[in-house]
């Protein structure tokens, strides 16, 4: 089976501080997609990033980061400069199945 | 560019009746689509997708169903709802089988009384 694991349910990081959030997974392929959402209180979710498994190098997108392990199956995000706009739910996902997020605040 | 629309934004329904959302992608042809619902805001749990006109692959068995009658068109119903199948439905189309690169719609909470 397919899993996705999110061990955080909650997360806590000052403005301008990093963070970072976990993420395994399970598969048995070797090609393949991974992905971070975010679902702001508005509840639209929104692509963070991507990472493309047979690439060895980490997917970046702005403030967004991500550590690929693919031997370990972990696919952690990584936020810096937080920002207030960036508290919101994110979610790991792999092929159709998503993680039970992880909610992230945001103090000043 | 592509966009995705999903109607109605809010629905408060009585047990029993029936239920009908809808999602419809501009801007791409044969976009794969999904229905996801999410139950209190944590989760997201597949219901259905569909490849193509008429392909309709269901997750979750459940009194839900789904259908596609148009190429960008992808259509949530039930004929009669249970107190169950309250909370958040999402719809989303992908370009490509391998690539789960969702957009998303804007969601529409569903409230059965």
């Known amino acids: 089976a397919q899993t996705v694991t999110q061990s955080q349910p909650e997360m806590s990081v000052q403005e301008a501080e990093t963070v970072t959030l976990s993420c395994t997974y399970d598969?048995?392929?070797?090609?393949?997609?991974l992905f971070w959402y975010k679902q702001p209180p508005s509840r639209q979710m929104i692509l963070v990033i991507r990472?493309?498994?047979?690439?060895?190098q980490n997917a970046t997108e702005n403030r967004f980061s991500v550590n690929f392990q693919k031997a370990a199956k972990s696919f952690s995000l990584k936020i810096s400069d937080s920002q207030l706009g960036d508290a919101a739910m994110y979610f790991c996902?792999?092929?159709?199945?998503f993680g039970k997020g992880t909610s992230l605040l945001v103090t000043p | 560019s592509q966009t995705i629309h999903q109607w109605p934004a809010t629905l408060v329904q009585p047990v029993g009746s029936p239920l009908s959302l809808e999602c419809t992608v501009e801007g791409t042809s044969n976009p794969n689509l999904y229905w996801y619902r999410q139950p209190a805001g944590r989760g997201l749990q597949l219901l259905f997708y569909?490849?193509?006109?008429?392909?309709i692959s269901s997750e979750v068995p459940q009194n839900l169903s789904a259908s596609r009658p148009q190429d960008r068109q992808f259509i949530l119903s039930s004929k009669k709802l249970l107190l169950s199948d309250s909370g958040f439905y999402l719809c989303?189309?992908?370009?490509?089988?391998?690539?789960?690169?969702?957009?998303f719609g804007s969601g529409t909470r569903l409230t059965v009384v």
């Open positions: 996902a792999y092929a159709l199945n």
């Open positions: 569909s490849v193509g006109i008429g392909q």
């Open positions: 990472q493309e498994a047979y690439k060895q």
């Open positions: 989303a189309w992908a370009r490509d089988w391998a690539d789960y690169g969702y957009t």
């Open positions: 598969t048995s392929e070797s090609d393949y997609y």
